[in-house]
């Protein structure tokens, strides 16, 4: 029996029993079993429509377990077939259920009462319905209705208030956009356009930028457009990061954390006979950013170094740069939808100590910076230590800095760039933009 749930429960059992990445475990899975498009679609919902709803599932769940599950395969068993239950509306019950007992009666030792003890709690799901804490408490109840750690939701709370609280985390668990950003002249935005039509996508303008899509459905990395470099795969909101700069052409332009390279190869794109020096603290990264350059035609522009950007003046002279771009290592927080894990891994330290190592590449890398050249810092969270913080604590430590107001896409003008979750799907993201003095 090969099918979509063998492949959800396998992952899922990487995921919960042995940490893999989701993505990574998922991938390696459907590349073993030769699945049907359909069936690929609804072991990727299953994965992460369970690991995002964890801690409601296991709310449901919890009250009807009454023996120690042994079996290592039960939990994410149970887990997964819970959320069906709750979410995949159009799957009967039954099948539901028929399914999980077959998958208990697979992958339970023979005479273990596997299949009876799965059978058992699912039918008192069944009769139990769904549970949640009353509403006000407000803290749990946010927290087991959109499966939010607690220190998490009181975090948001505390920072954004209620109403937008609930708007982040209800955003944070819809499906994150299939975006695209159009590499060519936007005089040729309307080929592509339609020869995304030709190859069967549909899509919808990004509410951010004028060079991006929202795609009604993945694999657009198959399609000619993309191997030629005419598109590529970036999400709205991270675009503006690099919108953000004024560009001439000829700019001698560092990105410090460049990594898989989204923002290189769109600077590199802006440059005519200028070039891009993108580094990372992790040598194995920058083979994407080499392959992306590759596939964008701009590797005659990209320069990659292996460096941990707090070291970066020890290797370049001062004042060297035209422009920087700081993409800074983060928490995520604007991510979620794409790595539903994100939220039980972080915690309030993190972010903390990720503060302190962000606010220390920018000391670091701002000698490298010419009088009156341009520093963009971004991040793709939503936390003000990581964002606002970091820019207030390097202003008063570097005076001969200041802040410069920035318009970028569809955005108004602004002192400093913040995006939620947003409804059409892009990403959190926050871009500040400052310049060194004359
Ligand atoms: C937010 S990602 C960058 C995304 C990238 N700019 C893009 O658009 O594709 C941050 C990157 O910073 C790298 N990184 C983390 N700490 C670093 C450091 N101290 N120096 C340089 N790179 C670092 C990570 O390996 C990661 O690839």
Redesign the pocket.
């Known amino acids: 029996m090969s099918n979509a749930r063998t492949v959800a429960l396998d992952t899922l059992i990487k995921v919960f029993n042995q940490k893999s990445y989701s993505n990574i475990a998922l991938n390696n899975e459907l590349e073993k079993h030769d699945l049907k498009a359909a069936d690929k679609a609804l072991a990727t919902r299953i994965v992460y429509g369970t690991i995002q709803y964890k801690l409601f599932l296991e709310y449901q769940l919890n009250p009807l377990i009454k023996t120690n599950l042994r079996d290592k395969f039960l939990k994410p068993l149970l887990l997964m077939s819970a959320y069906q239950y709750f979410f995949l509306e159009k799957v009967p019950t039954n099948a539901i259920f028929d399914e999980a007992n077959k998958l208990a009666k697979k992958y339970g030792k023979k005479n273990s009462g596997s299949y009876k003890l799965v059978n058992g709690i699912l039918r008192a799901l069944e009769r139990q319905g769904k549970i949640l804490p009353a509403e006000n408490d407000l803290v749990n109840y946010l927290s087991i209705k959109e499966s939010f750690p607690k220190w998490l939701v009181e975090y948001l709370l505390n920072n954004f208030g209620k109403n937008k609280t609930k708007e982040i985390l209800i955003r944070s668990n819809q499906p994150a956009s299939n975006s695209i950003r159009m590499t060519v002249e936007e005089n040729s935005f309307e080929k592509i356009k339609e020869d995304l039509r030709k190859d069967g996508f549909d899509y919808k303008e990004s509410s951010l930028t004028t060079h991006n899509l929202n795609l009604n459905k993945g694999g657009v990395a198959k399609t000619d457009l993309f191997e030629t470099g005419k598109i590529t795969i970036?999400d709205a909101a991270?675009s503006l990061?690099v919108d953000a700069f004024n560009f001439k052409g000829s700019e001698h332009v560092l990105?410090?954390?460049?990594?898989?390279?989204?923002?290189?190869v769109?600077i590199a794109e802006k440059l005519t006979t200028g070039n891009v020096v993108a580094?990372?603290?992790?040598e194995n990264?920058l083979k994407?950013?080499k392959n992306?350059a590759k596939r964008l035609h701009v590797s005659d522009k990209v320069k990659t170094k292996a460096?941990?950007?707090?070291?970066?003046k020890e290797y370049f002279a001062e004042e060297q740069f035209d422009k920087v771009?700081v993409?800074?290592?983060?928490s995520?927080l604007g991510l979620i939808r794409r790595k539903p894990e994100i939220r039980y891994e972080k915690s309030l330290n993190d972010i903390k100590n990720l503060a302190k190592?962000q606010l220390?590449?920018l000391e670091n890398i701002s000698v490298l910076l010419r009088t009156s050249g341009e520093l963009v810092y971004?991040?793709?969270t939503i936390s003000y230590e990581e964002d606002e913080g970091v820019i207030k604590q390097f202003l008063k430590l570097h005076p001969e800095f200041e802040l410069v107001p920035v318009q970028v896409g569809k955005l108004p003008k602004q002192q400093m760039v913040r995006i939620f979750p947003s409804e059409d799907g892009s990403d959190g993201f926050f871009i500040a933009k400052l310049k060194k003095r004359g």
Do not use: W
């Open positions: 970036q991270a990061a990105d410090a954390c460049s990594a898989p390279g989204g923002k290189t769109q580094l990372d603290i992790h990264k994407l950013v992306t460096l941990d950007a707090r070291k970066a771009l993409d800074a290592p983060c995520g190592i220390a590449i971004s991040t793709c």
